[in-house]
């Protein structure tokens, strides 16, 4: 079912909508959604095992924009995790939410999400999206029901925003400070994440990153977690804009 992202829609200047088709059928009324409400750009997520899906949305027009891994870890402690290092990970504030998007803003400036991947999209406008997702993962339950920190000398270095979905924790957006890489702040933040996860009473936890995100992706391993799934993000311009 496809709908107008109103946050997308503000921060583009256009008429934006997404949509998750399962079928060939999905993706027909979602491109008759998008033409009863003047949609000029559809961003549709489908599993990448859907080939023959992707390929039908690829005939229509669709660019794959991104390609989205999964990881999934069933084996969940209340442990307190050990750490060094020198900073310490604790719950976010809501004052802090300025903070953390600032922090959002500089450890995705850049990055190679499917926004980025739209020549189309302002580049500016693109780094914002996780720079308000980050600041409305602080202020909105609905969003993220935790934020975690992690702190030294009172300078933000890294974040992790989490929420519970059923009985799945989801790990949905961690941030780490580009002067403050390498120090194991990702793996610190996961195993807070497990364990919050773990108390939380949820059978299973996940994280979503790019294909290209090797980094993460060998930091998720090593804390436990295993390939689980993969989705492809396509974008479809209905209406052509003017490249000025």
Known sequence: MAALSELDCARFGSRVAK??????????????????QGVE?????????RSVLAQRMESDGARLADVLLQF???HLTDAPPVRTGGFRIRACLPLEADRVRELARACFRGYASHYHADPRLERDACDEVYADWAYRACSDRKVAEEVLLAEENAQLLGFA????????????????????RGRGIQRALLAEFLAWAARRGAASATYQTQLGNVAAQKTVVRAGFEPDRSFLTFHLWIVPRSED
């Open 19 to 36: 949509a998750a088709p399962e079928s060939e059928a999905e993706w027909r009324d979602a491109l008759d959604f998008c033409a009863r």
């Open 41 to 49: 750009l559809l961003i549709a997520r489908i599993d990448s095992a």
């Open 72 to 74: 999934r870890c069933a």
């Open 161 to 180: 925003a989490l929420r519970l979905a059923g009985t799945q924790a989801e790990g949905s957006l961690f941030g780490v400070a580009p002067g403050a």
